[in-house]
């Protein structure tokens, strides 16, 4: 089978329909139901752990406070319904890492409903525990780890409405900068801190065919391969007069492919019934959660940033993608952006040119010197405000400005007018001061100076090249052609 998660010439026949279900672990301080710290980087097993969340009969639950208004800000950004009214429904299964017998979930009364991420209508949004964590030895030996049981669990389900797999990834990736940005979680898939699901089906008519699900996908690249896959894999049942039967699959990362892992589940098979330890909430009640409060704490969201950077700076995407993943580095650009001071330059013009110096020769130095970590530490806004105004003004060439950025990456507290002075990176500007040294090439190049005058325009360029040399490379590339040509008739 064709392992390739690119459907694009499988024909039209059949129409792929994915829905997912996106877990992601939110960042607070304890967890969900007791007071037990949610630390996901304690390595020791078992030791963030309580009778509550080790599901010691006679224990009660209690709410997190701070995990609910994390939903419902997710619920603000995607601009969905927020419930007024909510409960908590015991979900009814067994395995090793649910200890109770049944995980405290959210059913018929979700925080969230509806909303849209990435242009992907959502179906809801709610929160519920997080289940322990298994590991299995070669000895076939099972170990449980509760330190994660009962941390806080976002659930994200979208409806099913996408039909590839690089649009499943796209929004799972916006999902995880979502998070980040809200400060909800840090949603790392390799941590397992967010983890994705497909439901994914094929159909030759609009009705939606007999779907299976994907289960715990943990890296993006997987998400698209698995989605392919399964689409692939379906489609080859039908094609053989078979029916594609419902059920839970794993994905194999080394082999590429999905495996039945068992027959999926309907809700009744979890046999829900509200939580009867925890009261029913009327959010609406709670000052905490109104939304005039939860609205003060957003920042501005990953998409709106991404167009102002290119709306208002002429970022390409590319580019805008970039600061829109590293907010730090987002807002370093923007204090250079603030310490712009010489007026005669626009702001457009000066965030372009500030940008492509950060961005490649800034980043390339760095890399070179091995100092990657310190990028945001080094150069001073201000210092880039001088440098860009030094570069517009004539001052600096582009080779001078690209100099100057070594200089100050060793010595980023010099200013730059200094070091430019020191490192003769000034560019000459006056006419009659060069006239003396463009003489001298035009002396020392005359089969150049007639090549040219026969029409040879390449040997104009070799003529400034050697104009810049003389001037050790201080002379303004502009005024040594103007006054080239000028000399030559």
């Known amino acids: 089978m064709n392992k390739s998660a690119d459907i694009i010439g499988i024909g039209s026949k059949y129409l792929p329909t994915i829905g ?7 960042k607070t301080s304890s967890k969900m139901f007791c007071s037990c710290k949610n630390d996901p980087d304690e390595e020791k097993p078992n030791m963030n752990v309580c009778p509550i969340c080790l599901g010691h009969p006679g224990t009660l639950p209690s709410l997190n406070k701070e995990a609910i208004a994390k939903v419902l800000k997710i619920g603000l950004a995607v601009n969905g319904k927020l419930a007024d009214f909510t409960e908590w429904d015991r979900k009814q299964y067994f395995y090793p890492d649910i200890p109770k017998g049944y995980q405290i979930s959210q059913y018929a009364y979700p925080l969230v409903s509806g ?3 990435a242009d992907v209508e959502l179906e809801r949004v709610h929160l519920e525990e997080d289940t322990a964590q298994s590991t299995h030895d070669q000895h076939e030996k099972s170990l449980i780890n509760f330190n994660r049981s009962g941390v806080p669990l976002m659930e994200l389900v979208t409806k099913p409405v996408i039909h590839d797999a690089k649009t499943a990834v796209h929004f799972a990736k916006e999902l995880q900068l979502l998070i980040r940005y809200l400060g909800a979680g840090e949603a790392n898939m390799e941590k397992g801190e967010m983890r994705v699901e497909a439901n994914v089906s094929v159909s030759e008519n609009p009705e939606l065919g007999i779907k299976t699900e994907v289960k715990n996908l943990n890296s993006f690249r997987a998400v698209e391969k698995a989605i392919g896959y399964e689409i692939k894999r379906q489609i080859d049942i039908l094609e053989r007069g078979e029916k594609v039967v419902q059920e839970t699959r794993g994905w194999d990362d080394r082999k590429e492919e999905t ?4 027959s999926k589940e309907s809700a009744h098979d979890y046999r829900y019934f509200p939580e009867p330890d925890i009261p029913k909430m009327k959010i609406s009640e709670i000052p905490e959660f109104s939304r005039e ?4 704490g ?4 990953p998409w709106i940033r991404r167009e102002r950077f290119i709306n208002d700076f002429g970022a390409t995407s590319k580019e805008a993608e970039m600061f829109v993943e590293d907010s730090a580095l987002a ?8 310490a712009k001071k010489d007026s005669k330059i626009g702001l457009k013009e000066y965030a372009r040119l500030a940008m492509n110096y950060l961005l490649t020769d800034y980043f390339g130095g760095l890399k070179k010197k091995g100092r990657m970590c310190h990028i945001l530490t080094l150069i001073p806004p201000a210092s880039w405000a001088e440098l860009i105004s030094m570069i517009m003004n004539g001052e600096l060439s582009s080779r001078g400005a690209k100099d100057m950025i070594t200089y100050l990456i060793d010595e980023p507290q010099g200013a730059p007018r200094d070091l430019a002075v020191k490192h003769a ?3 000459q500007n006056d006419p009659e001061a060069l006239k003396k040294t463009i003489k001298e090439v035009i002396e020392s190049n005359k089969v150049v100076v007639s090549e040219y005058k026969s029409g040879k325009q390449s040997s104009l360029q070799y ?3 050697q104009a810049m040399k003389a001037t050790g490379g201080s002379a303004n590339p502009s005024l040594i052609k103007e006054i080239l040509l000028e000399l030559m008739g």
């Not at 495996?259 to 068992?262: C, D, F, L, Q, T």
């Open 298 to 301: 957003m920042p501005e969201l």
């Open 463 to 465: 003529l400034i090249g």
């Open 331 to 338: 807002s370093y650009f923007e204090k250079i952006i603030k």
């Open 259 to 262: 495996i039945s892992r068992r």
């Open 425 to 427: 990176l000034i560019q």
């Open 293 to 296: 409060i939860l609205s003060r």
């Open 115 to 117: 909303g849209k991420l």
């Open 20 to 26: 997912l279900e996106i877990h992601a672990e939110l």
